[in-house]
């Protein structure tokens, strides 16, 4: 609505006209102007400052009394309020009173003074810095020192060894010799097998010398024939429900389950081998397998 005090277009006029327009006096005389609608883009920036200004604000409201009363006096060294100096300290560049709550670019180092940085998300981008837990639980591969490795050969200085894990404390897990091998048929984990002459491994039996000797234990599943998969040459094994044995028991070839062994000597007229022992625990086995066969008299 419009709230002129004279003729719109007149010398004397003065007040707005709706929304539009503004008529101002001037030593010249009228002057008519546009008014000028606020805009808020709410931009990036914008918000990272709104923000900033409402966790300032709560931080105010977080202070002790003593507190406030010291940002008081401060304030009045400056002829400002406590309130107004501590926002002006708190909002203001490195090194301001608090680091940027928002997020942002940092333009200066960090001294943590011996404080930690927790709860840090995984990495995603390259640049991201990592948790110790999620660093510790990568598998770390020095590629140059492998490929010096497998260029000159393994050789252990005079005084080392190779040492297996006897005393394997998770489920389906193996320490020893281990070696990516060729599935004639569908092949179960503690599963023992033999080379046949196609050159793939299958599940041995000690009821005929065809399918023998075992030479290797699958370490997991495979499920179709010419596929590959790890096994156990010679080492430790431990299977909580497949393998319940008693300690010290000697390990044979079974004569009626192909694939299986088991701490009963096979029956008369079928093949003996020799696995190895129920070693550490009930449910771990020391897989050596022997290459002699003794057949029992039938």
């Known amino acids: 609505m419009a709230k002129l005090k004279a003729p719109f277009f007149s010398f004397g006029a003065s007040g707005r006209l709706g929304r ?33 200004y409402q966790k300032a604000i709560a931080l105010w409201h977080a202070l002790s009394e003593s507190e406030t009363r010291e940002w008081e006096l ?32 940092m333009t200066g180092d960090i001294d943590m003074d011996g404080h930690a940085i927790t709860d840090l998300p995984l990495p995603v ?37 190779i040492k297996l894990i006897a ?44 399918t023998m000797p075992a030479v290797a234990m699958a370490c997991a599943a495979i499920l179709n024939a010419d596929d590959w998969g790890e096994f156990l040459l010679i080492g430790f094994y431990r299977e909580d429900s497949l393998l319940t044995f008693t300690l010290g028991d000697m390990l044979y070839v079974s004569d009626t389950v192909a694939g299986s062994f088991d701490n009963v000597l096979p029956d008369a007229g079928d093949f003996v081998q020799v696995l190895g022992k129920c070693l ?4 771990t086995v020391y897989f050596n397998p022997s290459l002699e066969l003794v057949k029992t008299p039938a």
Request: hydrophobic share 35%; aromatic share 8%; glycine share 10%.
């Open 20 to 52: 539009a327009l503004t008529v101002a006096r001037r030593l010249t005389g009228p002057v008519w102007l546009l008014r000028g609608r606020p805009t808020d883009p709410k931009s990036t920036a914008q918000q990272q400052w709104r923000h900033m």
């Open 125 to 161: 981008q390259e640049g991201d810095a990592a948790r110790k837990g999620y660093v510790d639980d990568l598998e770390y591969t020095d590629a140059d020192a492998v490929a010096a490795a497998e260029a000159a050969g393994l050789a252990l200085a005079s005084g080392k060894n």
């Open 280 to 283: 550490h625990d009930i449910h």
């Open 167 to 210: 005393n394997l404390t998770s489920d389906q897990t193996c320490s020893g010799l281990t070696a990516v091998l060729q599935a004639g048929e569908t092949i179960f984990r503690t599963q023992v097998c033999y080379v046949k002459d196609d050159g793939k491994l299958w599940r041995a039996q000690s009821n005929a010398a065809a």
């Open 74 to 105: 401060l304030g009045t060294q400056h002829h400002m309020t406590g309130y107004a100096y501590f926002l002006s300290q708190a909002l203001r560049p490195n090194p301001g009173l608090y680091l940027p709550l928002q997020g942002g670019i």
